[in-house]
């Protein structure tokens, strides 16, 4: 596959839309497989639920724990595509969300590569970016509403790749809305089926974040060292 036949003109570098990635039999197998995961796997939040696989991102580093196979499919088929350069990915956060919930504008930090890699199942979202304020602003005197630099949607069985100023130099996140006008302030509208004027209802929908730490603790940091 062609990384650049998939890069998206009109957004800030670098950011990859790749549509129908996984197929429907396979969009079906994750959904299968999320829900079944037992009970406890599940961390409830104010907006939405996820799931951690992979282990527990930490500063002083992840104590890995196993991959699925499911999940393990997944993330060999982006490994493939080169975008964490020699690394491979190591941990997969799953989150739900219902219609209607959403996340606020936020950066994803220090503790992955930065890349981020998301499979989008079950239902769209748009996914919203931002500029962020500095020292010397505060969001009094710019709201959110003029920091807002343009929009992604992601359409159920696509992927989306953010690397280099779309991951370190905005804010994205999702609102809290049952329903999506589509306009012409969206990057990718060019790739996807959606046509600027449409109103799309939103489902559950559920993410895959697939992204590689680096900091990885080892077995012998954590139990000690056989004697």
Same mark, same amino acid.
């Given at each position: 596959?062609?990384?650049?036949?998939?890069?998206?003109?009109?957004?800030?570098?670098?950011?990859?839309?790749?549509?129908?990635?996984?197929?429907?039999?396979?969009?079906?197998?994750?959904?299968?497989?999320?829900?079944?995961?037992?009970?406890?796997?599940?961390?409830?939040?104010?907006?939405?639920?996820?799931?951690?696989?992979?282990?527990?991102?930490?500063?002083?580093?992840?104590?890995?724990?196993?991959?699925?196979?499911?999940?393990? !499919?997944?993330?060999?088929?982006?490994?493939?595509?080169?975008?964490?350069?020699?690394?491979?990915?190591?941990?997969?956060?799953?989150?739900?969300?219902?219609?209607? !919930?959403?996340?606020?504008?936020?950066?994803?930090?220090?503790?992955?590569?930065?890349?981020?890699?998301?499979?989008?199942?079950?239902?769209?979202?748009?996914?919203?970016?931002?500029?962020?304020?500095?020292?010397?602003?505060?969001?009094?005197?710019?709201?959110?509403?003029?920091?807002?630099?343009?929009?992604? #949607?992601?359409?159920?069985?696509?992927?989306?790749? #953010?690397?280099?100023?779309?991951?370190?130099?905005?804010?994205?996140?999702?609102? !809290?809305?049952?329903?999506?006008?589509?306009?012409?302030?969206?990057?990718?509208?060019?790739?996807?089926?959606? !046509?600027?004027?449409?109103?799309?209802?939103?489902?559950?929908?559920?993410?895959?974040?697939?992204?590689?730490?680096?900091?990885?603790?080892?077995?012998?940091?954590?139990?000690?060292?056989?004697?």
């Amino acid at each position: 596959m062609d990384l650049m036949t998939y890069k998206i003109s009109h957004a800030p570098a670098n950011a990859y839309y790749i549509p129908n990635f996984i197929t429907e039999d396979e969009e079906k197998s994750i959904m299968n497989n999320i829900y079944a995961a037992p009970k406890p796997k599940w961390k409830e939040l104010a907006h939405r639920r996820l799931q951690n696989w992979g282990g527990l991102p930490h500063p002083k580093g992840m104590v890995a724990e196993a991959i699925p196979q499911w999940l393990q !499919q997944q993330m060999d088929k982006i490994s493939a595509l080169h975008v964490f350069g020699e690394k491979k990915p190591n941990h997969v956060l799953v989150n739900e969300y219902l219609p209607g !919930q959403g996340i606020m504008p936020h950066e994803d930090g220090p503790l992955f590569y930065p890349t981020i890699t998301t499979i989008n199942v079950g239902s769209h979202t748009i996914l919203e970016f931002y500029m962020p304020v500095n020292s010397e602003e505060s969001e009094d005197t710019l709201p959110l509403s003029s920091r807002h630099i343009g929009s992604l #949607l992601l359409e159920p069985r696509s992927l989306l790749i #953010l690397q280099d100023n779309m991951y370190t130099s905005f804010l994205h996140g999702i609102s !809290q809305v049952t329903e999506d006008s589509i306009t012409d302030n969206i990057f990718n509208i060019d790739r996807c089926e959606a !046509q600027v004027g449409d109103t799309l209802v939103r489902g559950t929908r559920v993410s895959l974040t697939i992204r590689h730490v680096p900091k990885v603790l080892k077995a012998n940091m954590i139990f000690g060292k056989r004697r």
